[in-house]
T-cell receptor, first 114, second 113 residues
């Protein structure tokens, strides 16, 4: 158990819908990272937040957005869902704001878009 | 931007065989490299990392990796694999700037008992 929690574990929805994925970092960690893992693209970095502020952006679509709340949990919002958005979405947390520290990963949310 | 290549997507070995998984990165400057592992049904976890110093890095569970700057490589090795090493292995590099971690596509290792 890494100490990072993600809900829900599984999500099945239809094209065009909107979903929210939730991540709670390890106690004391201020940074949250979001990743998308799909069969054809591997593990792709989406976005990072540090202490409530966006720090780095990766290959995140405009239909996707994220935020980190004062209690440091983070939510990833995916809208106008397409079949290709089906993937595993992981979050990870670290103590500092850079990637030099080990990232602790959550168990992931498996999103299926039908 | 950095990129990471893992050449072997699937590897099948018998127990006690030696393992070497290839990883190449694109950037020629200062690099910070990781190997992460994802066991079936579990979360990704860190195996080992290289930031500086001795290019031969030892990690958990008997794994090691060698940083060879001239070859832009950071291959993962284990002298004798076990069935419990069946997992997916990811090489990763920190992008310039220090905020993004770029992961390779992963290598799925299956060890036959």
């Amino acid at each position: 158990d890494s100490g990072v929690t993600q809900t829900p574990k599984h999500l099945i929805t239809a094209t065009g819908q909107r979903v929210t994925l939730r991540c709670s970092p390890r106690s004391g960690d201020l940074s949250v990272y979001w990743y998308q893992q799909s069969l054809d693209q591997g593990l792709q970095f989406l976005i990072q937040y540090y202490n409530g502020e966006e720090r780095a952006k990766g290959n995140i679509l405009e239909r996707f957005s994220a935020q980190q709340f004062p209690d440091l949990h983070s939510e990833l919002n995916l809208s106008s869902l397409e079949l290709g958005d089906s993937a595993l979405y992981f979050c990870a947390s670290t103590t500092g704001q850079s990637s030099y520290n080990e990232q602790f990963f959550g168990p992931g949310t498996r999103l299926t878009v039908l | 931007a950095q990129s990471v290549s893992q050449h072997n997507h699937h590897v099948i070995l018998s127990e006690a065989a030696s393992l070497e998984l290839g990883c190449n990165y694109s950037y020629g400057g200062t690099v910070n490299l990781f190997w992460y592992v994802q066991y079936p049904g579990q979360h990704l976890q860190l195996l080992l990392k290289y930031f500086s110093g001795d290019p031969l890095v030892k990690g958990i569970k008997g794994f090691e990796a060698e940083f060879i700057k001239s070859k832009f490589s950071f291959n993962l090795r284990k002298p004798s694999v076990q069935w419990s090493d069946t997992a997916e292995y990811f090489c990763a590099v920190i992008d310039t700037g220090g905020f993004k971690t770029i992961f390779g596509a992963g290598t799925r290792l299956f060890v036959k008992a």
